[in-house]
Every structure is written in structure tokens, then in C-alpha cells.
């Protein structure tokens, strides 16, 4: 992972954003899609409030946050009505309630157990929230997510529930990463997977997933090629 500089520059920081900007344009112009069809956003856990405002100034609206506690702290620091905030780390059950007004989208619902726990603050408090099942298609037993058949079977059940009348908690797609250290032949396997599945379970559920949240700093790239749909990148805005 490339380091941070915690106290990195509105300067620094917008030139980081525009050279990432160019390069999403890029690669989403090479894959035949829009560079608009992929959003960028800027995890911020690594640097202060004061750091993630430069990226807003910058023109970054999509922040995520790994930790519900040091997103509370940053939603409440930076006031700002025009950031969408998105959940990419765990979400405990016991946070979600708090947690769940700030949110635009969760990117990382790995249990039956949290989805249920969302379903019910989100309808408690009347307040729509975006959700992506996380996968976990790499060899790596340390990495968060569901196999492929857990998140089928969850996504069957959600399916089921959604059938009966509307839900505050909506499923929107897919999140996943590529395993640490992987050949970029892997990183094309593995996202791909993520990919292929998301199109063979909308046509068997016929409904609509049009989320990938796929790509990080090192491999955002790839990660559009394969249609990833949001770009979650942190040290590349700020080193």
C-alpha cells in the first residue's frame, strides 16, 4: 500500500484528484463506457476531517469510511449536506442505528444476521439506505465476505422479502476486493468472477444490480474493465 501523508495539502490533494480523475476517464473510455458510469470514492479513514474537507473542495461528494465511529466524527466535523457517505468497512449491529441516517450506501453486508439489523433501524427510522452484499472471491480466509453460495442464498431470501412490500434497506449490487498481492492475471479472474455472478443472479431473481463496487488504489483499473461501477481509493488521493 503506497503511504499517506496524514498532513497532505488542499493542493496536493487536488492534484492527486484531478491525475485520478484522468486516469478513471481513461479507463473507462478504453473498457467503451462513460467515464460518469464510475464513481470515485475517496476513503478517507487514514487522514483527518480537515484532509477529507480538501477532498471535497477538490470535487470528491462520494467519502467512505471503514469504521462507523470515525465516520460519525467526520459527518459531523465536515456539516456538509452535498457528501454521500458509504460504510465500506464491518457495520456491527449495535452501530447501525446511528450509523444508518449518515449513509448514502453500505458497500460490505457479509451476514444474514447484519442484514436483518439493517432492515430494521432502516424501517424504524423511515430512511432508505443503499446495500451491496460483499464477496469474498479470493483464497484469502483473513478477508471479510460471503462465498458465492451464502450470498446467492441471501440475496433468494432478500428477494423473497422485498416481494411482499417495499423495504427501507435496498440491494443494489455487489462489493469485493482482489486478493492482496495477486498477478494482475488473478486480479482480471477475480473480478470478473464478481462480475459474471452479479449478471447470472439479476437474471435469475430478475432484478436489478447495477453496483460493482470493485477497485482500489492498485487496482481501480482493472477493476472498470470489468465493469466496476465505484472506485474505492484512499492512498492515491493523498500520497
Known sequence: MRPIHLESTLEQVRANYENVR???TTAAEKSGRSPESVTIVGVTKYVSSEVAGFLVESGCRDLGESRPQS???KAEKLADNSIRWHLIGHLQRNKAKRTIPLLQMI???????????ILVDATTLQHSV????????????????LVMDDAKRLLEKWCCRQSDQPLFANVIGLMGMSSLGANELQVHQEFKSIRVARDKWAREFDIALPVLSM?????FEIAIEHGS????LGSILFS
Open 22 to 24: 484522468n486516469r478513471v
Open 71 to 73: 465516520l460519525w466524527e
Open 107 to 117: 458497500h460490505s453486508v457479509d451476514s444474514e444476521r447484519i442484514l436483518d439489523q
Open 130 to 145: 443503499q446495500v451491496l452484499l460483499e464477496l469474498n472471491v479470493t483464497s484469502d480466509p483473513t478477508k471479510t465476505g
Open 215 to 219: 477497485g482500489m488504489s492498485d487496482d
Open 229 to 232: 461501477t465505484h472506485v474505492r
